[in-house]
């Protein structure tokens, strides 16, 4: 019997050291899954498996030891419980997320509700390498933006108004960044040391911080492995959805022309020029 091992890798099957062995990845979006799913997922695990799973470092769950004679029975079995199998090889894998302003006080966007999105458009989509892709909610980073492919992170733009302050310097106690400064009856702000986490705005009592832009900064070719590289921040903020996934569709198109095939797209960058990419971006205005 022939076996399609590159198949099999494509549907979530990576081999084991142990002949025949997989271990499954499953696709779980932005670490979130129902716990009635999990507790399906863990009786499969002892079904089919070894009765434990791997919990990634991409948040996802993998069910390791399922030989290849289970490999259809364990893929209807995860299908009746509405759980899908990963993707591997080149192409865009499963979005990380942390959990955004829905559970954290930090949280200047719904990352949860972004990564369902950029999933359900981009997810398994072929391209010249693997594609990784994170949401996070504010410069603490907590999803790691710079290690991936694209990172979209939360940012708010603030702007004072001197209106009713107080002069409590609560904001400058806030700011992590040093880009505030109260003294008795001034309150001094120097942007170019904003690192634009919106704590100023959310900490100040009199609402006299104000988000005069909330979006979203992109991070673009980021990657960890043998060779690993920080993604550069795109210097300006994206301050609309649609906006946001105009330019994934632009950087996403960028790859599939410059890229080579097992180059990872910030090897592209490097050799390309980012400046080439800005310039496609630039396009959209």
């Known amino acids: 019997m022939t076996i399609d091992y590159k198949a099999l890798k494509e549907g979530g099957f990576m081999r084991q050291k142990d002949a025949g062995y997989f ?33 990634t470092t991409r948040q996802g769950v993998e069910i390791p030891y399922v030989h290849l004679d289970k490999v259809t029975a364990i893929k209807a079995e995860l299908a009746e419980a509405g759980v899908e199998t990963g993707v591997c090889g080149p192409r865009v894998r499963t979005v990380i997320a942390c959990q955004g302003e829905e559970v954290c006080p930090r949280g200047m966007i719904d990352c949860q509700d972004i990564g369902q999105k950029i999933d359900k458009k981009y997810y398994g989509q072929k391209l010249p390498h693997k594609f990784k892709f994170a949401v996070t909610g504010c410069p603490a980073g907590c999803a790691k933006p710079e290690e991936n492919d694209i990172g979209v992170q939360g940012a708010i733009h603030p702007k004072y108004d001197s209106d009713g302050c107080s002069m409590c310097g609560l904001c400058q106690e806030v700011c992590y960044s040093g880009a505030i400064e109260v003294t008795e009856d ?54 609309s959805e649609d906006e946001l996934f105009s330019i994934i569709d632009v950087t996403l198109e960028f790859f599939n022309k410059h890229g080579k095939p097992r180059e990872r797209f910030g090897t592209t960058l490097d050799r390309v020029g980012l400046k080439k990419l800005m310039a496609d971006i630039e396009k959209l205005a």
């Open 186 to 239: 001034t309150v001094e702000f120097d942007d170019t040391k904003c690192n634009l986490c919106g704590e100023c705005v959310k900490s100040c009592p009199m609402d006299c911080w104000r988000p005069e832009v909330l979006g979203y900064i992109l991070f673009v070719g980021g990657k960890m492995g043998k060779k690993p590289r920080l993604a550069d921040a795109l210097p300006f903020i994206i301050d």
């Open 23 to 55: 271990s499954l990845r499953l696709h779980l979006v932005g670490g979130q899954i129902d716990a009635d799913k999990m507790i399906r997922i863990a009786e499969l695990s002892k079904k089919y498996g070894k009765g434990y799973l791997h919990l």
